[in-house]
């Protein structure tokens, strides 16, 4: 089965730096997303993705927060000045037209010391 | 979105059936069933979903209740790679404005006993 491709697996960062979390959606996928979850919690929705153009964020996804998809391949996520709470596995899902299922990578594990 | 309702918890034996419940009772009529399972240290796996009717795919079975109110998903011979959390979803018709967004609760551990 096709799968949603995350790198890195880990990062580690320094609070205040900015770190672009990368994602290969499924190739003939057209809607994108970024979850994230804190250790013990549960996943949360950041944004959805479509037609190059954020169509739902939640409160989360602040100003230090944004996507891209630089390519016809890849979605990024970047935060431009980490804090010591960003430190979570923030997942990526794609999801074809017309599609129920979403797809979810394997994650990045995210820590700001 | 609509919310749902999960015991925090149940256990089974390998090789036997489990039942896992979801409360919905707000659901509104176009909102699909979604079931998505989390094992450790991976991303949300989909499971199965429906509308109205009982579906079935090659991991799993689920139920709907006639008023949509409440929905089963059965694992009909449980391994202990089943073990995970498993979330039952709301998921608004992506015609809408969700665009396809789920919102998870805590879903029901899941523990399988060899």
């Known amino acids: 089965e096709p799968e949603v491709t995350q790198t890195p697996s880990h990062q580690v960062t320094q609070m205040g730096q900015e770190v672009i979390l990368r994602c290969v959606p499924i190739s003939n996928h057209l809607y994108f997303y970024w979850y994230r979850q804190i250790l013990g919690q549960k996943v949360e929705f950041l944004v959805s993705?479509?037609?190059?153009?954020?169509?739902?964020k939640s409160e989360i996804f602040d100003d230090q927060f944004s996507v891209e998809r630089p390519d016809g391949s890849n979605f990024t996520l970047k935060i431009r000045s980490t804090k010591l709470e960003d430190s979570a596995m923030y997942f990526c899902?794609?999801?074809?037209?017309?599609?129920?299922?979403?797809?979810f990578g394997s994650g990045t594990q995210l820590s700001v010391l | 979105d609509a919310k749902t309702t999960q015991p925090n918890s149940m256990e089974s034996n390998e090789e036997e059936p489990v039942h896992l419940p979801c409360n919905h009772s707000t659901i509104s009529g176009t909102d699909y069933i979604h079931w998505y399972r989390q094992l450790p240290s991976q991303g949300p796996e989909y499971v199965i979903h429906g509308l109205t009717s009982n579906v079935n795919n090659r991991m799993a079975s689920l139920a709907i209740a006639e008023d949509r109110k409440s929905s089963t998903l059965i694992l009909h011979r449980a391994t202990l790679r089943d073990a995970a959390v498993y979330y039952c979803i709301l998921r608004a018709n992506a015609g809408g404005t969700s665009y396809g967004k789920l919102t998870f609760g805590q879903g029901t551990i899941l523990t399988v006993h060899p």
């Open positions: 993705f479509y037609n190059n153009e954020i169509s739902e």
């Open positions: 899902a794609s999801r074809r037209t017309g599609g129920e299922k979403l797809f």
